[in-house]
Nanobody, 120 residues
């Protein structure tokens, strides 16, 4: 049974940092990614990493967020620095074999989400 378990969300102030973790069990994946969904908005791509270690980012987080993976632990991380109030959302881990890493529908498995709130 495949499970993705996220952790690391919380309430921080603008300019602070957080590190999200997503531990996968049951199998390994070609790619894992992070998406986020703010209240009243659609789920949007944040970052992804492929088995080859290629990484992809949404433009608004480039230079502030870093995605990485530990293949031995089957875990992916999202280091978020210089957080802004507009980063406030529920962050979801996703895994699968996406052709296009930024598309929600390309992922087969999802975590339960971890909330991130950035106060100004």
């Amino acid at each position: 049974q495949v499970q993705l378990v996220e952790s690391g969300g919380g309430l921080v102030q603008a300019g602070d940092s957080l590190r999200l973790s997503c531990a996968a069990s049951g199998r390994t994946f070609i790619a894992m990614g992070w998406f986020r969904q703010a209240p009243g908005k659609e789920r949007e791509f944040v970052a992804a990493v492929r088995w080859s270690d290629s990484t992809y980012y949404q433009d608004s987080v480039k230079g502030r967020f870093t995605i990485s993976r530990d293949s031995a632990k089957n875990t992916v991380y999202l280091q978020m620095n210089s957080l802004k109030p507009e980063d406030t959302a529920v962050y979801y881990c996703a895994a699968g074999t996406p052709l296009y890493t930024s598309r929600v529908k390309e992922y087969d498995y999802w975590g339960q989400g971890t909330p991130v709130t950035v106060s100004s």
